[in-house]
């Protein structure tokens, strides 16, 4: 038998030792993504700019889900606060906003935030962690794309021109990182029933062109995230959960 390769031998084992780090951890997506590791006996460092929120969820998730409050936009502060973790396989970012655009009322402010948090942000924590991932042999990035950056949406001009941007960076850390043993790919999200979607509004009608019919739940996305953490031969790749939007 071949003896395996280094990124096949980098990923993360269900072990009780492993740890991830989820950004957006204390609600929606984030969050659902941390309840999947943590029902797989991992640890989660979770990273969220809203404290109070983070402290709520350790409170229902137990001590494994070990919050981080920090804004991912600031780099100094994402190093300070994420340190030196030992046994981390996994840094998922799932942190995004996503406020509603056309060219005739966007604004530089918008423009900055959302390109703060959706891009900077998934770099800056990434760049934090890869230290972590290479101590530990290796392992996997998933960064949070959109359906979006392939389909446009109606007003959504700078979030789809952000999260279009992560899907490059995606492919261009999974080159820079390959020959470290860290695969990096990224899922991009269709209609989710999450509050912060259902609160802009407009679901009912998107998922009116989904062929399956409906919006996909949190923890449907995080499923994929986990499998996509846990691939022998995957990287630069962007998964699209969509309900088929894509098709037509």
């Given at each position: ?5 280094s ?8 072990t ?9 951890a204390?609600?929606g997506?984030?969050r659902?993504v941390a309840?999947?590791?943590?029902a797989?006996g991992w640890?989660?460092?979770a990273l969220d ?8 969820a350790?409170?229902?998730l ?16 994402v190093?300070?606060a994420l340190g030196?973790p030992?046994g981390?396989r996994a840094?998922i970012n799932a942190?995004?906003?996503y406020?509603p ?5 966007y604004d530089e ?6 390109f703060?948090v959706?891009v900077?942000?998934?770099l800056?924590v990434t760049?934090?962690?890869v ?6 042999g290796g392992g996997?990035i998933?960064n949070f794309a ?9 007003g959504?001009?700078i979030y789809?021109?952000s ?6 960076l995606t492919?261009?850390?999974?080159h820079e ?8 790919n990224?899922?991009?999200?269709g209609w989710?029933d999450?509050?912060?979607?259902r609160a802009?509004g407009?679901m009912?009608?998107?998922v009116?062109?989904?062929p399956l ?5 949190p923890?449907e996305?995080?499923?994929w ?8 031969y ?5 998964l699209?959960v969509?309900?088929g939007?894509?098709v037509?």
């Amino acid at each position: 038998m071949a003896a395996a390769s280094s990124a096949e031998s980098a990923r993360p084992a269900a072990t009780a030792q492993s740890t991830a780090l989820v950004t957006g951890a204390a609600s929606g997506m984030g969050r659902a993504v941390a309840e999947r590791f943590l029902a797989e006996g991992w640890t989660v460092l979770a990273l969220d700019r809203d404290a109070g929120a983070l402290v709520t969820a350790a409170g229902e998730l137990g001590p494994a889900f070990r919050p981080v409050p920090v804004d991912i936009t600031d780099r100094t502060a994402v190093t300070t606060a994420l340190g030196s973790p030992i046994g981390l396989r996994a840094a998922i970012n799932a942190a995004g906003i996503y406020p509603p655009t056309l060219l005739a009322d966007y604004d530089e402010a918008t423009y900055r935030r959302t390109f703060d948090v959706n891009v900077l942000g998934t770099l800056n924590v990434t760049a934090a962690a890869v230290p972590a991932l290479r101590a530990a042999g290796g392992g996997t990035i998933v960064n949070f794309a959109s359906i979006d950056a392939f389909a446009v949406s109606p007003g959504q001009l700078i979030y789809s021109a952000s999260k279009a941007a992560v899907v490059c960076l995606t492919r261009s850390l999974a080159h820079e990182l390959g020959p470290d043993g860290i695969a990096v790919n990224a899922v991009a999200p269709g209609w989710v029933d999450t509050p912060g979607t259902r609160a802009g509004g407009r679901m009912e009608e998107g998922v009116a062109a989904v062929p399956l019919g409906r919006a996909a739940q949190p923890e449907e996305i995080a499923d994929w995230v986990w499998k996509l953490c846990h691939g022998t031969y995957l990287t630069g790749e962007t998964l699209v959960v969509s309900g088929g939007l894509t098709v037509r």
